[in-house]
């Protein structure tokens, strides 16, 4: 049986890709190898041939058919010709960087993306003769190409400050210039967002956050719309060395399986305490598109199908001690970094020292907030009680 995605929900299409097969065991297996053994030379000269090629089973690092699978379940999910599963979400951001810059190119960054790309992007890229330039997230880029602009690099919704871009207009200026367009998807998924159906040409994902969403796991997904670019992507996984754990990619699968389920969680409980942190003593603002309050929500409600759990708080108070507090008050939000796991998550967030073309110069303090799968009741009675113990004390 093969289902026509276009005719078929996503919800269905996670359940129905990336099968072993009609009979046997509903999952693919996970594959631990390194050596693939071939029955002659010519078999063997035949798939190094073709290594690069999607499905070929060559090497180990070169993927297994588990490895396959998961990528063509993850293209289902954004609706992308091919995906290029890599070892950590990093790495898939920096995959494409690795792939189409060369040096002499130019590439605008949204100033919001998540750190440790801004990071790969100011020791690595620009140490290869790549001018960077970062950009407001709503700014109108057209007047900002040059002749060597060669890339945009997006990410939509911004890293703990949750601007939205407008993801169709940024294609619409970049095509026919040869500008490749990226955009990091991971906070929407291809659940809630499909930017390669609004014209950009690459999305990378860490699947370490909703794709595994059990936080036990590194792992990484780059999709593209055209097929010309798959096999770059490809070539430059294989000269950074990257080899994805067959343990991770099961993972990821298995993910996949209950993504629509959890996605529909996490926006109905995140967006049910947005609502209700909006009126709260102590909440000077909630930032998340999804409320109308929010400066980007005509464009989110354009563009997005839902919200995923994540989206922070300005506390009304410029006191840091009195965010730690709330923080550390907190019973059923843990404090750690990433986020999309079946858990609720906590953390005091300092955007200004992570920007250069805009400026944050919000004195009060923010805090980002994971809403996860447990009863939004409970939830909403713990910001509420961490609240009073942050202000009232
Ligand atoms: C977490 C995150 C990444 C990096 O993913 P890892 O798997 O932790 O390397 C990339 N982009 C965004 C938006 C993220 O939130």
Redesign the pocket.
């Known amino acids: 049986m093969t289902l026509d995605p276009s005719q078929t929900a996503v919800d269905t299409v996670l359940i129905h890709s990336g099968r072993a097969g009609e009979t046997g065991p509903v999952n693919v297996p996970v594959h631990r190898a390194s050596t693939i053994l071939f029955e002659t030379v010519a078999d063997l000269d035949a798939a190094k041939g073709k290594r690069f090629a999607k499905g070929t089973v060559f090497y180990g690092r070169f993927g297994t058919p588990d490895t396959f699978a998961f990528e063509d379940s993850v293209s289902a999910l954004e609706g992308a010709v091919a995906t290029v599963a890599t070892p950590?979400?990093?790495?898939?951001?920096v995959l494409p960087l690795v792939a189409f810059l060369k040096p002499g190119d130019h590439v605008l960054v949204a100033d919001t993306?998540?750190e440790?790309?801004r990071t790969s992007l100011n020791a690595f890229i620009r140490r290869n003769g790549v001018e960077v330039e970062y950009v407001d997230p709503r700014a109108d880029l057209a007047p900002l190409i040059r002749d060597t602009t060669r890339m945009i690099y997006l990410?939509s919704p911004g890293?703990l400050t949750f601007e939205v871009q407008d993801l169709p207009a940024i294609a619409a200026l970049a095509r026919g210039r040869g500008i490749i367009t990226v955009c990091?998807n991971?906070?929407a998924t291809g659940y809630f967002c499909r930017p390669l159906e609004l014209g950009i040409d690459i999305v990378?994902?860490?699947?370490?956050?909703y794709i595994v969403g059990h936080s036990d796991a590194?792992?990484?997904t780059v999709s593209v719309a055209d097929a010309a670019l798959h096999q770059p992507l490809r070539e430059a996984a294989n000269w950074m060395g990257y080899a994805v754990s067959p343990d991770a990619v099961y993972l990821g699968a298995r993910g996949l399986r209950t993504l629509a389920a959890r996605l529909k969680q996490h926006h109905a409980t995140g967006l049910d305490l947005a609502r209700w942190l909006e009126g709260q003593a102590g909440i000077a603002r909630v930032l998340h598109p999804g409320l109308p309050s929010h400066p980007d929500h005509a464009i989110f409600a354009r563009d997005f199908r839902g919200a995923s759990g994540l989206f922070s708080v300005l506390l009304d108070t410029t006191d840091r001690a009195v965010a730690v507090r709330f923080a550390d008050s907190l019973r059923l939000f843990g404090l750690g970094?990433?986020?999309?796991g079946f858990e609720s998550l906590v953390l005091p967030g300092d955007p200004a020292h992570a920007r250069t073309a805009t400026r944050w110069d919000e004195p009060r303090q923010l805090v980002r907030l994971h809403a996860g799968l447990e009863d939004p009741e409970d939830l909403r009675a713990d910001l509420a009680q961490a609240l009073t113990q942050a202000f009232g004390a």
Do not use: I, N, R
């Not at 950590?88 to 951001?93: E, T, W």
């Not at 990378?204 to 956050?209: I, L, M």
């Open positions: 950590s979400g990093l790495a898939a951001c993306v998540y440790p790309t990410e890293s990091d991971t906070w990378v994902q860490a699947a370490t956050k590194m792992l990484g970094f990433s986020w999309g």
